[in-house]
């Protein structure tokens, strides 16, 4: 079986959205855009956007996953995106509680006023504003 083809079948046992693959990194990268440009959105947005990064560690964290053919191609993408995520983020700089993955915690470096807004206002962190 496919990667793709398994990958649907893990989502949905997880309860996750259907969707491909190949489609949850389309709106990974499609949200990271989004934040290269300045994320204009409130803190609650950012989070609901981030979701569809945790349904692909849902396939990361899944065994069945590994030999299939795809699961590489898919890796290395994915790598990219993260990486270029991640470099988004203020360094060394986190939002408080107890948040499992390294998506969640991280802060941007600048945003849109809403994101800025919201960021100041919840966790006192300090995001420089895009006009």
């Known amino acids: 079986m496919a990667f793709e083809t398994e990958a ?3 989502l949905e046992k997880h309860e996750c959205k259907p969707r ?7 709106l990974w990268r499609f949200f990271v855009d989004e934040c290269v440009d300045g ?11 981030l979701s569809v ?12 996953v590994a030999d299939r053919q795809g699961f590489e191609a898919f890796l290395s993408v994915l790598k ?7 470099e988004l983020l203020q360094p060394d ?22 994101y800025c807004s919201d960021v100041n206002d919840l966790y006192s962190i300090q995001v420089r504003k895009l006009e």
């Open 8 to 10: 649907q079948r893990i």
């Open 20 to 26: 491909r693959a190949s489609e949850l990194l389309d």
């Open 39 to 49: 994320y204009g959105s409130s803190i609650y947005e950012f989070d609901n956007d």
């Open 53 to 64: 990064r945790e349904d692909i560690e849902v396939l990361l964290q899944a065994d069945e």
């Open 80 to 86: 990219i995106i993260d990486v270029r995520y991640a």
């Open 93 to 114: 700089v986190k939002r408080p509680g107890n948040i499992a993955h390294w998506w969640r915690t991280g802060v941007l470096r600048y945003a849109g006023d809403e």
